[in-house]
């Protein structure tokens, strides 16, 4: 309980009567000794001239006898005061959130007499230690989120002390050992942050409580503000979608290392993502924003934390490696691009598999110039793209354009040719697809010249059609050649043949393009297709083409439960089923070829 009475100002009030009693005693005999020798005339103008003199007199030294008595009396609070008046100038001009979070601690670790004091800043839920000045201790790190006993008490209370720590039973906890006072930072009745004080032999009295909520009120709008610039500062130089760096922060600090010359080695990596292109044709944006979301959180974590990691551009990424030479580089790269492929890899669905390859430059070694080292780390980029994709590869591993496309133009023809015997394979597997897929890419070719198709669409659905079940290499054999109809689990896995086939064909560059139309052939007009459920005109034309070419070759050929339509009942099919399974368009044009005998 606060005592009635204050020692200190009832001291200030004896001593300032005991000086003004003194004066004027002193005063009024000076005043009877003067009266005795003059005449009444002199009496009563000494008399007027005495009691103006005695007035001002008293009334300055008053003034001057309390200020006085106030710096010996109330030394500390006068001390604080000014030390309020000037911490109040000093974080209304700081935005940098450190710089101000070390003048707060600077100022209540010296005003305080204390080896220590902790800042905690308000981080979605939690309350996280943000600075500690002074000695750390085991309350240097403590970290409290917005159901803690803390911050429970803290609801119906100023501050938080050492006696009502140990008084209350639900605040006897490990982690607030050591702690002489919490002082809760407050914004519009919000707790933006506390100061965690240590224990100290004298404890803290109200008058150290007061100055501690003063500086806590006076820190709240300056840490607001520092916090809302600092967010600003590093959305100006954040990519929005992977929160990344991004390229113009990037290309700063690359000039800033160069023209100023911090560093003497340092290497930069450029990172493509294979195929993104046909991914997001596939899939769609949305998932194509996920995939750079999860690249981007992968290339975070697996980064040393002095590592610029940048956005670059789209698909394209950008890594400044300080202090490594392209040996080091490249075994730190090799094994972030493992990391992805292993990230990509996990996914349930393979046909989203995706890598990165990656082109190295060093500084100095590659050049000195910023100009120089990106160039020269993009043509390892173009390199490691024409050697097969998903790999890295430094500059000085480039090797002669010419010889190297070469080679890899002859592996490509080999791997291309590799998957067209692939797919006569999966025909032959079975008597009653043999040759289908070539059925298909004839009919599919037929009705793409009747309706207009360009000459690279007409190309896309041959090999489209040789290509589309190339994915059943990775179906069951026993589910291929069933003898009758597929049960509902058996007809799950067969229809991952579609995403299978786009793991196979990804890999081989000129064959990219025939994917959407792979992906999409046993999609519906109405939307109840697999695998991805798109309907209508959402549907590439090419697959829309290469669905009508397929259903009336399955049709028209024995299988094991039942016997070939007839073309004629297999043309009735189409036209019942054309707006619904089938492009109306089309199915109208595939028709009128046998009308016009061009496809028999």
Known sequence: MEKLFNENLIVKKLITFTINASLLSGIYLASIHFLDKSSIYENIIASIIAIIVFSVVVEALKDNIESFIDKILYKDNYSKI????????????TLDIEQLSDQILETILSTMKIDSVSLLLKENNNYITFQTKGKVSNISDLRLNEESDILKYLKNSDVVTQYQIYKLA??????????????????????????????????Y?????????????????????????TQIKLESITDSLTKLYNRRYFKDVFENLIENKILDNFSVALIDVDHFKLFNDLY??????????????????FTRPQDIVARYGGEEFAIILPNLSEKDALELLENLRKCIQNEFNSLNDMSKFLTVSIGIANFPRSGITKEDILKKADKALYSAKKRGKNQCVVYEEYENE?????????????????????????????RYTYGHSENVSKYAVKLAKAAGFSKEQIEIVKHAGLLHDVGKIGIPEHILTKPSRLSEEEMEIMKKHVDMSVTIIKHIPNLVKVLPSIICHHERYDGLGYPRKIKGESIPIEGRCLAIADAFDAMTTDRPYRKAMSIEDALREIQKNKSTQFDPYLADIFISLFDKETVI
């Open 170 to 203: 639900y605040l006897e906890n490990d982690c607030y050992k050591g702690i002489g006072i919490i002082v809760p930072i407050r914004l519009r009745e919000n707790i933006i942050g506390m100061f965690i004080l240590p224990q100290r032999h004298k404890g």
């Open 205 to 229: 009295d109200k008058s150290d409580i007061d100055f501690l909520l003063a500086i806590a009120n006076s820190s709240a709008i300056a840490i607001e503000n520092a916090k809302l610039y």
């Open 82 to 93: 000014q030390i309020l008046n000037d911490f109040s100038k000093k974080v209304n001009n």
């Open 402 to 430: 010419f010889r190297t496309e070469d080679i890899e133009g002859k592996i490509e023809n080999a791997y291309f040719s590799a998957v067209h015997a692939l797919a006569a394979t999966i025909d032959a597997k079975d």
């Open 284 to 301: 769609g944006h949305y998932e194509g924003d996920k995939a750079l979301k999860k690249l981007g959180d992968v290339l975070k974590n």
